[in-house]
């Protein structure tokens, strides 16, 4: 008994906190605490990307963008403009997800480089004011698409419309809260029902483009104006565009829930002479350093 006494008393000195088979598999090398479960991979990274992006608005904006651009070939350039900004600010947000590698997106970032009350004032606006309306105008429109065909002749009704609406986000939100997991497979089956929607869509457009129906799409034609041209309109186009664009910094709010944020963000990223891809704030150091 004084041997096992003994033996426990060593064993107490060389692990003041416990044995090592008590340490929490959720716990980092870098000291122990409660950390979010890394269970996104790639693929469903993409398709959170993906199904951000391909929402509601890419169903709804066309119309808005053809309307005020005034004609088919500067809506057609409105398209393309909006995608390069897009384009550059979604590389902006992955050198920003593995430099900072933190859940929260534009919050995170504002806090760690402009203080605490800056990162404060962007989640305030952000939580009450622009998530609510931009998810308020998703399940709007969702709802609207299921219920137009029960009216063939008119209009849904509006209470139908709101109380449809009302159920999809209390449902999705839900789903979100109980399991990430959950949450990714949901996303995974509407990203693939929204991608068969617009692959439809395209493939119907190219029937009737084969059928000879571009008039407006040639060069003399496209820029013929059916409208007064307003720069008011315009901008509004624009506007128009980019909420069809929105939804691709999305995949920075889960970042400490990816299972590898670095291969997400630099797929092809080459590796240095030690056969070693720098990271994170790591990478930020050497290139200061150096």
């Not at 609207?144 to 449809?164: A, H, I, K, W």
Request: charged share 15%; hydrophobic share 45%; proline share 5%.
């Amino acid at each position: 008994m004084e041997k096992g006494a003994r033996h426990r008393n060593n064993t107490e000195k060389n692990h003041p906190g416990g044995g090592e088979s008590d340490a929490s598999p959720e716990t980092g090398s870098g000291g122990g605490g409660v950390a979010l479960k890394k269970e996104i991979g790639l693929v469903s990274a993409c398709g959170i990307i993906v199904g951000n992006i391909i929402g509601s608005g890419i169903f709804v904006s066309p119309k808005g963008v053809l309307e005020n651009a005034g004609s088919v070939g500067l809506a057609l350039i409105v398209w393309i403009v909006t995608g390069l900004i897009t384009a550059v600010g979604a590389l902006c947000y992955a050198e920003l997800g593995v430099t900072i590698p933190k859940s929260g997106g534009d919050y995170s970032y504002v806090k760690d480089i402009f203080g605490g009350l800056a990162g404060f004032l962007r989640l305030w606006i952000a939580v009450l004011v622009i998530y609510p309306t931009n998810q308020a105008v998703i399940a709007l429109t969702f709802s609207n698409y299921v219920l137009q065909p029960l009216f063939p002749t008119c209009f849904p009704p509006e209470s139908g419309l709101r109380l449809l609406a009302a159920i999809c986000l209390l449902l999705l939100t839900w789903v979100n809260c109980s399991s990430v997991r959950w949450a990714t497979r949901v996303q995974d089956v509407f990203t693939a029902g929204k991608l068969l929607a617009l692959a439809l869509i395209i493939i119907m457009g190219v029937v009737q483009i084969c059928k000879g129906e571009y008039f407006w799409l040639e060069p003399k034609n496209a820029f013929e104006n059916f409208q007064e041209p307003d720069i008011g309109l315009i901008a509004l186009a624009f506007l128009q565009g980019s909420f069809a664009y929105g939804g691709w910094n999305f995949l920075n709010y889960v970042t400490e829930e990816l299972v590898d944020p670095y291969k997400v963000a630099n797929p092809g990223e080459p590796e240095d002479v030690c056969g070693r891809v720098p990271r994170g704030r790591e990478a930020l150091r050497d290139r200061g350093d150096k």
